[in-house]
């Protein structure tokens, strides 16, 4: 009887080797994949940046980028500025859900995030007909009888786009990390003598830091290689340098061209990233997702 | 006590969401008292200190603080500080910030600020610690970092949530020593809430027992061990046999089937009462020479004495004695008149039964922690 017992029983070393195992084989799929999409495409990129046409190594492709330089920069400018303005409304709406009523806080993120079940090309249509130049903003004008916007085709409708359809972005990981917060915190600073304004500032906003980056990150690394936000709003007038790299890829003559520019992009996001994360020092609080 | 009123609680009242947390509390703490709020979870013991450090307003009543009425000041006015339970330190600030916090508010010169702190920590033990992250300390360096940043900002009172609650035994002893010493010390008047009876004796100057959103009882720590208005204080505060008892003249109360002399008087004839008898005043003596008898049903080592718990006509009294009697032996029990204490009947009459379903077990359940009361 006590035999049976202890048999029926698995020593607990034994079930402290197995659980490794179980979950080396749980990730299996997923390193396939990885090793498939990720892996494989950024050794092509690496050695179509690094040859010409005929696969012989050259450098050419790296020298040629001096002349995208102009719509790197661009870019750049177009991904920081619409990453500050969905800073500068995210925050404060993350902040402001995170303090609601947990029913309210619900509804609010609900309503956050319906847009983002949508494919984000649909979105960018529908943008597309909502600012066109006889678009339903347009319409609204003339039907008023005020004098009609060219709005497609400009930096602004670009820059409008990248808000739209990053901004969930900005807000969820700010939103995250401050429902996160222990109030006490809060009513401490009220306690050494802050009031609501110098205890947002001392206390709510640095703890928030982790979020915030994380926000940045999510908004400004998309829309800095967007390309069919700018092609759709921007009227084709306004060339970004995804555009540029979508272009000099489909083009078989000049693909080892676009491999480099790709290369080198990922390279600055990269940097970017690191120099952003740096901010926030502690990774464990939750909300950092890149 | 002559000496002046720092905290007056008048007719205070507190519900949320339709329970009645506080009815009609009143109290008045003076200067440099340490005062504890005593009770189980629930008791509303929180609310009070909230209300007093104005985290919560009150629905009904006032409270003063040095003679003004401080209903409507904000937290951040009020010359008070608290060290929270689980002591909320700033996670993004190392340990000379959280404490120089305050003073920083204050727009202290940085120099001040600079010794303040020092001053603070060597108070609590802590030099050398100031650049320390405060997420690497243990459970009680944060404490003494929460005591700290409560201190420098020298507060007329200092209000305590529990503050040694997620502390080891051990530590929870020094720490309660060093927070004694550091009222001395300093003369602030500490408001102190906790659900550990022990920790309330051995801390305060005065002790508020409460239950159910009232005062039960205000005293000093041995007023309330040896004089308990009621049923509920005489159960709450160490261990007691609780019987029902008739009054029949001064100084005669029968119970448990006897008529014992003892020291109370001023109740109506044949009045019933609740009688208090504290296990380590019981003796027990030879069958013969017994006021009672009984029968010993457990017997428990508990280091200094044994824990004896003896059945009496079907009610099991709780015996403390440092000799060691045989377990199912008959034996005779002997009370002191001092020994006993006199209680009118009140709504907590009858709710405390002998000791015949009693285990260690169940000291813990009031130990829970007091999260119900805090939303």
Known sequence: MNKNIAEAVPPPERKRVKLPIFSEIAAVPHMVWLALFVVLPLIFVVYYAFTDIKGDFTFANIAALSQHAGTFLTSVCYALIATAICLLIGYPLAFAISRASAKRQGLLIMLLMIPMWMNLLIRTYSLMAILDDGGIINGLLSAVGLPELHIIGTAGAVIFGMVYDFFPYMVLPIYSVMTKQDTRLIEAAYDLGCNRLSAHFKVTLPLSVPGIVSGITMVFVPSISTFYISQKLGGGTKELIGDTIERQINNPATRNVGAAISLVMMILILISVTVMNKFSDDDDKGGVII | ?375
């Open chain 2, 1 to 375: 006590m002559n000496k002046n009123k720092i905290v007056e609680l008048k007719a205070i009242s507190k519900e949320f969401n339709g329970e009645q947390v506080l009815s009609e509390i009143s109290l008045d703490i003076h200067d440099n008292e340490f005062v504890t709020l005593l009770g189980p979870s629930g008791c509303g013991k929180t609310t009070m200190l909230r209300i007093i450090a104005g985290f919560e307003t009150p629905d009904s009543g006032d409270v003063y603080f040095d003679g003004v009425r401080i209903n409507d000041v904000p937290p951040y006015k009020r010359e008070l500080n608290t060290v929270f339970q689980k002591y909320a330190l700033f996670p993004h600030l190392n340990v000379y910030e959280n404490i120089a916090f305050g003073l920083r508010q204050k727009k202290c010169p940085e120099q001040e600020i600079s010794d303040r702190v020092k001053e603070a920590l060597k108070m609590v033990n802590l030099s050398g610690f100031e650049k320390r992250s405060t997420e690497k300390l243990s459970g009680g360096q944060q404490q003494r970092v929460a005591i700290a940043r409560a201190l420098v900002n020298r507060p007329k009172v200092l209000l305590l949530d529990e503050p040694l609650g997620a502390l080891d035994l051990k530590l929870r002893k020094d720490m309660q020593n060093e927070l004694k010493n550091i009222q001395h010390l300093t003369g602030i008047t500490f408001i102190f809430v906790t659900h550990d009876q022990e920790e309330a004796l051995s801390m305060s100057d005065t002790v508020v027992v409460m239950a159910n959103g009232r005062i039960q009882q205000i005293g000093t720590p041995t007023d309330i061990y040896n004089e308990p208005v009621n049923a509920f204080v005489a159960d709450f505060i160490g261990e007691s046999n609780i019987l029902d008892g008739v009054m029949l003249s001064d100084y005669k109360a029968k119970f448990a089937g006897h008529v014992f002399d003892c020291l109370d008087k001023g109740f109506d004839k044949n009045e019933p009462v609740d009688i208090v008898v504290r296990p380590e005043d019981i003796d027990i003596v030879p069958l013969e020479k017994g006021m009672l008898r009984g029968k010993i049903t457990q017997l428990t080592f508990k280091g200094d004495y044994y824990e004896i718990i003896c059945d009496i006509k079907g009610f099991k009294w709780m015996i403390q004695a440092t000799d060691y009697v045989e377990p199912d032996s008959e034996v005779g029990v002997y009370i002191e008149p001092d020994a006993i204490h006199v209680m009118k009947k009140s709504e907590y009459s009858g709710m405390f039964g002998d000791y015949s379903t009693f285990s260690d077990e169940f000291e813990h359940i009031s130990d829970t922690e007091e999260e119900s009361e805090d939303e």
